[in-house]
Each structure stands twice: as C-alpha cells, then as structure tokens.
C-alpha cells in the first residue's frame, strides 16, 4: 500500500518560517511529479508547488518567492520550505504524488499549519 507521511507542520508567528517533509513509501519515487497542496477552511484545495521527476518546478502565485519545494530522490522525500509565512497560509498541508498523467495519484494525510501571533 502507497503511503505518504507528512511532517513539520505547527504553530507560528506571521514573518516566521517552517520546513514540511513528505516520505513515500512503495512507489518507483523518481517517477511521480510530486506535490504540495492546501485546504483552508471553507475554502476548496489549491495548488501551492509542484516538482516533477525531471526537477521542474512550479508555484502558486501566492507563495512565489516565499516557499521552495525540492526533492530527495534518494530518500523518497518531498519538501517544502516555507518563509515569510502570512496569516493567508493558514491551512492543512497536504502531499501528493502523481504519475501516468493522473491515473497513479496518491495523497498524504495532510499537516495543520497554523500562522498566527
């Protein structure tokens, strides 16, 4: 069974930063085109980065030049480094590994991250 195990979401201040990680397990990792997305409250889940197996790189506008997406192809690991963070950012984080043009999609459990004073 696929597994993607979020972690290093939590609680923190506007201006300050945090570090997701995002482990795969059972897949062929180098493949997928692997993600970052969030879900707000009443809101519908939207894009926040994406990197694909060739190492391209694709943001959100709300978070270009602020948060880094990048992969370990050798850990099976997906991160996100996530600075200046806003009020706006508020959401749970969710991982996401895509592959065959979406017929192989798999998604994380989802890390809360919370800005706020």
């Known amino acids: 069974q696929v597994q993607l195990v979020e972690s290093g979401g939590g609680l923190v201040q506007p201006g300050g930063s945090l570090r997701l990680s995002c482990v795969v397990s059972?897949?062929?990792?180098?493949?997928?085109?692997m993600g970052w997305y969030r879900q707000a409250p009443g809101k519908q889940r939207e894009l926040v980065a994406t990197?694909?197996?060739?190492?391209?790189?694709n943001y959100g506008d709300s978070v270009k030049d602020r948060f880094t997406i990048s992969r370990d192809n050798m850990k099976n690991t997906v991160s996100l480094q996530m600075n200046n963070l806003k009020s706006e950012d508020t959401a749970v984080y969710y991982c996401?590994?895509?592959?065959?043009?979406?017929?192989?999609?798999?998604w994380g459990q989802g890390t809360q991250v919370t800005v706020s004073p």
């Open positions: 059972r897949i062929t990792f180098i493949l997928y085109t």
């Open positions: 996401n590994a895509r592959y065959n043009r979406g017929k192989n999609d798999y």
């Open positions: 990197i694909s197996s060739g190492g391209t790189t």
